[in-house]
């Protein structure tokens, strides 16, 4: 039986429940085959309607080659993935497997909880993947977490509206981005979306600070927000805000948010992952839109991310976890999911697939990857990266100015680096 379960899907999306895989051979499967099954348990993260579908297609194709092993997939939201994988820690019922944050890995790896995958892999199986995409996940010699998904950040932009404002091939700098986003505000539009809400908030504002040099965490392993580069970075933001070139109410906006006023036609420019390729052909396929680098202020950067797969240590169907995970980095299942969820590839039989390697769209992603920065890969990250979101949304509402928004953000940092 392949059951799923979604314990936090968002209601806002308005998803109906997903259904039970394999129904009818839950009638027909004999009882003492099912019952000597190894039971399989596979937290995944919630990334579109298509996920549960796609997991559960996953299992059914495993379970008809391995009837000795029973998979349940439970699909849980990304914005309480973390709180309910912490739960099932210390409740000590984990999954086998679970789709986590690659960002959050070193955390499990300090408190013992995550199994090393090297003894599983072979030379073969390790030259599968896409090096930049396998390295996040390895801490202190040892890899932890294999990428089930992949993505960098680049600027989408409407072309009638940066057309009409003077930038037809999207703007290259800060300064391009702030005047195109008065003509397109003069014009009744809002001219830069900008999240201020729930999970990426503190990337959003990264984007500026890393184009300005930036770095956030600076040779001496301390926060590096109370820059130069992060005051001029932030009074930028609090700058559009103010006048008008955002859209109002800022703090309001998850990155789903405003990937939907981009589809709607209301904002001219916004920065996000290649997935919103797929969520424009599949909602607004008549929007005309451009896709160009993050813009630049002195230099240029991306944020690229993964997502990793980790095996519990607790797990007691280590065999039988490695066995799916074995079958899912295979081609066809990869290229399947990164079609469905418009992400990039991570192994290189993937990449060669034409899907992706004719798709100029996605290569403008691609591309970006020499100049793409990861998250630090250091314990307690969330709650450095916690101090970001209070100290950019404090600024968003005009409640602190960059300056002391971010030194604090910095003493809040340094003190949660210090207690890890």
């Excluded at 019922?93 to 995550?114: E, N, Q, Y």
């Excluded at 003894?119 to 896409?130: C, K, L």
């Excluded at 989408?156 to 404002?165: D, G, R, S």
């Excluded at 990449?351 to 998250?375: M, T």
Aim: proline share 6%.
């Amino acid at each position: 039986m392949t059951a799923t379960t979604r314990r936090t899907a968002p209601a806002r999306l308005g998803r109906r429940p997903l259904i039970a895989a394999g129904g009818s051979a839950l009638v027909l499967a004999p009882l003492a085959a099912r019952a000597a099954a190894t039971t399989l348990h596979v937290t995944v993260a919630y990334y579109s309607a298509a996920t549960g579908p796609y997991f559960m297609q996953m299992a059914k194709e495993f379970e008809a080659k391995n009837p000795d092993v029973n998979i349940r997939i439970d699909v849980v939201n990304w914005d309480t993935l973390l709180q309910t994988l912490q739960t099932d820690i210390s409740g000590g019922v984990t999954p086998d497997l679970s789709i986590i944050g690659t960002r959050w890995l070193l955390t499990f790896v300090k408190d013992g909880v995550a199994e090393p995958l090297d003894h599983f892999m072979t030379p073969s199986f390790r030259d599968r993947f896409i090096g930049a995409f396998l390295k996040p996940a390895e801490i202190s010699g040892q890899v932890y977490g294999l990428p089930i998904a992949a993505s960098a950040r680049a600027m989408f932009y409407n072309k009638e509206m940066l057309t009409k404002a003077g930038f037809p091939d999207g703007p290259k700098t800060w300064d391009d981005v702030v005047a195109a986003a008065k003509k397109i505000k003069a014009a009744g539009h809002y001219g830069y979306g900008l999240q201020g809400k729930a999970i990426e908030t503190d990337v959003y504002w990264y984007y500026a600070f890393w184009s300005y040099g930036g770095e956030l965490i600076n040779s001496q392993g301390k926060a590096g927000f109370d820059s130069p580069a992060g005051i001029k970075s932030l009074t930028l933001y609090q700058m559009m805000v103010k006048d008008g070139l955002t859209q109002p109410g800022v703090t309001a906006y998850t990155r789903e948010d405003v990937q939907n006023l981009f589809k709607q036609g209301r904002v001219g420019m916004m920065i996000t992952a290649p997935f919103l390729i797929n969520q424009i052909a599949k909602e607004a396929p008549n929007l005309q839109y451009g896709i160009c680098p993050v813009p630049r202020g002195t230099t240029s950067a991306t944020y690229a991310v993964t997502d990793s797969i980790v095996m519990f240590k607790n797990s007691h169907a280590k065999a039988a976890a490695w066995k799916f995970l074995d079958f899912l980095f295979t081609k066809d299942p990869r290229v399947l999911f990164n079609k469905n969820e418009g992400f990039l590839p991570t192994t290189k039989a993937a990449a060669a697939d034409p899907y992706f390697a004719d798709n100029k769209q996605l290569q403008i992603f691609v591309n970006l990857l020499p100049h793409a920065r990861f998250a630090p890969n250091i314990p307690g990250w969330e709650n450095v990266a916690n101090a970001v979101v209070n100290a950019v949304q404090s600024v968003y509402l005009g409640k602190a100015e960059p300056a002391a928004a971010l030194k604090r953000a910095t003493a809040e940092a340094d003190q949660a680096l210090r207690a890890s």
